[in-house]
T-cell receptor, first 114, second 114 residues
Framework: DVKVTQSSRYLVKRTGEKVFLECVQD?????MFWYRQDPGLGLRLIYF???????EKGDIPEGYSVSREKKERFSLILESASTNQTSMYLCASSQTSGRAGEQFFGPGTRLTVL | QQQVKQSPQSLIVQKGGISIINCAYE??????FPWYQQFPGKGPALLIA?????SEKKEGRFTISFNKSAKQFSLHIMDSQPGDSATYFCAARDRGSTLGRLYFGRGTQLTVWP
């Protein structure tokens, strides 16, 4: 079974802190994604990556950056956390060939910024 | 601009009833339409998916109906059960995207009363 793991289930940070959210997948998938989920707004894509060191902006990249140094790991960075970044963050991965399109999600990290 | 519009935002159905969730899109380049199911505390997981060359796909109690000319697709849950209570997301993929990027609807929170 594909497994996508996220480093923390719950995280509490203070305004202005630098925050790292880590995601690891074990299926050798090329593509990885970071979403945030807010009630009534669904899943909004922050950033995605199709290869090591490659990244593309999603729909809401402002205030975030990402890093992909290894194929299995994709990190989301909040350079200076703000209260409006309080949200559920979901990581996903998918392969490019074959059943491209099916994304496998991690359990999410609920981030609270005080 | 929202690429995939989903309704209703919430749905309450009695056990044994039929749950229907609708989605609409404008982009004719979309070529793959999955539905994801998310239980509380979990990440979304692929439930069922359809390609635009068929009008219907059924898996157990779950059916996707697809109307290409109207650019609409819907999820029908027959004999709804309390265990079906979850948030459902429709999505679509652009055929030009080799990265497997999905555009998600805003989600429908389904509650099935026993």
């Amino acid at each position: 079974d594909v497994k996508v793991t996220q480093s923390s289930r719950y995280l509490v940070k203070r305004t202005g802190e630098k925050v790292f959210l880590e995601c690891v997948q074990d299926m050798d998938h090329e593509n990885m994604f970071w979403y945030r989920q807010d009630p009534g707004l669904g899943l909004r894509l922050i950033y995605f990556s199709y290869d090591v060191k490659m990244k593309e902006k999603g729909d809401i990249p402002e205030g975030y950056s990402v890093s992909r140094e290894k194929k299995e790991r994709f990190s989301l960075i909040l350079e200076s956390a703000s209260t409006n970044q309080t949200s559920m963050y979901l990581c996903a991965s998918s392969q490019t060939s074959g059943r491209a399109g099916e994304q496998f999600f991690g359990p999410g990290t609920r981030l609270t910024v005080l | 601009q929202q690429q995939v519009k989903q309704s209703p935002q919430s749905l309450i159905v009695q056990k044994g009833g039929i749950s229907i969730i609708n989605c609409a899109y404008e982009n004719t380049a979309f070529d793959y339409f999955p539905w994801y199911q998310q239980f509380p505390g979990k990440g979304p997981a692929l439930l069922i998916a359809i390609r635009p060359d068929v009008s219907e796909k059924k898996e157990g109690r779950f059916t996707i109906s697809f109307n290409k000319s109207a650019k609409q697709f819907s999820l029908h849950i027959m004999d709804s059960q309390p265990g079906d209570s979850a948030t459902y997301f429709c999505a679509a993929r652009d055929r030009g995207s080799t990265l497997g990027r999905l555009y998600f609807g805003r989600g429908t929170q389904l509650t099935v009363w026993p």
